[in-house]
C-alpha cells in the first residue's frame, strides 16, 4: 500500500462524498477501490473489514474506518481542522450535524419516486432557505469573519461549501437572499485545495445518474 488513504465505495457521491472533500481540503491525495458487484461487497463481510457490514470503508495509518461520522471527524482532527479546543470543536460539531441533517435529504433525493421528486425537492428548498442557511448567514455576519469558527479554515467550512454547491445543482437561485452565503461559497472556492478539488478531472464525483443508482440497488439490494 502507497501510504495514501485508500477508499472503498460505490463510484458516486453517497456517504463517501464528504469524505472526499475534507481530504481533498487538507491536500491530502487517496486512492479509491469502487464496488461494481454484489460479491466485492460480500467478500468485505465475509473477511471481517466492515465492521457493521456497511460502506464507505476508508484504510488510513493502518485502520480499517467505517461510519462517516467516525471517518470524518479523524481525518479533521488529524489534519488540524477541528478546532483549537474543545468550545470551537463543539462548534464544529453541531454545525457539522446541521448540514448532514440537509445533506442527508439531497443524498436520498434520487432514491425516491418519480412521482415524489417534486414534492422532496420542495422539502430541501424549504429547509434550505428556512432552518439551515439562515443559521450560517447569521454566524457569518455576527462575528464578521471569512470562516465559521475561530477564524480559521475548518471541517465545518468543508461541509458547507460541500452542501452550498450541492443544493445550488438542485436550486440554482437558493442563494439569492444570503450575501454572507454568496460571499462565503466565493472564498471557499477559490482556496487552492478547494479551487483544485473543483476543477475537472478532480476525484469529485458528478450528481447520481441511473447507472450510480442502480449500482447501489443490485449491491446493497
Not at 491525495?29 to 466492515?50: A, H, N, P, S
Not at 455576527?142 to 465559521?148: D, K, V
Not at 478531472?201 to 458528478?206: A, C, D
Amino acid at each position: 500500500m502507497s501510504g495514501k488513504p485508500r477508499l472503498t465505495y460505490f463510484n458516486g457521491r453517497g456517504r463517501m462524498e464528504p469524505v472526499r472533500w475534507l481530504l481533498a481540503a487538507a491536500g491530502v491525495e487517496f486512492e479509491e477501490i469502487f464496488l461494481e458487484t454484489r460479491e466485492q461487497y460480500e467478500k468485505l463481510i465475509k473477511d471481517g473489514v466492515l465492521m457493521f457490514q456497511q460502506v464507505p470503508l476508508v484504510e488510513i495509518d493502518g485502520m480499517k474506518m467505517v461510519q462517516t461520522r467516525a471517518i470524518l471527524s479523524y481525518i479533521a482532527g488529524k489534519y488540524n481542522l477541528y478546532g483549537k479546543d474543545l468550545k470551537e470543536r463543539a462548534l464544529i460539531d453541531m454545525y457539522v450535524e446541521g448540514i448532514s441533517d440537509l445533506m442527508q435529504m439531497i443524498l436520498m433525493f434520487p432514491f425516491s419516486p418519480p412521482e415524489a421528486k417534486e414534492k422532496n425537492l420542495d422539502s430541501i428548498k424549504e429547509r434550505a432557505t428556512n432552518r439551515y442557511f439562515p443559521v450560517f448567514e447569521k454566524v457569518l455576519k455576527q462575528h464578521g469573519q471569512e470562516f465559521l469558527v475561530g477564524n480559521k479554515f475548518s471541517w465545518a467550512d468543508v461541509q458547507l461549501i460541500e452542501a452550498i454547491l450541492a443544493v445550488e445543482e438542485k436550486i440554482p437561485a437558493v442563494l439569492s437572499g444570503f450575501p454572507q452565503l454568496q460571499a462565503f461559497k466565493v472564498r471557499m472556492s477559490n482556496m487552492p485545495t478547494i479551487k483544485k478539488f473543483l476543477q475537472p478531472g478532480s476525484p469529485r464525483k458528478p450528481p447520481p445518474d441511473e447507472r450510480y443508482i442502480e449500482t447501489v440497488l443490485k449491491i446493497l439490494k
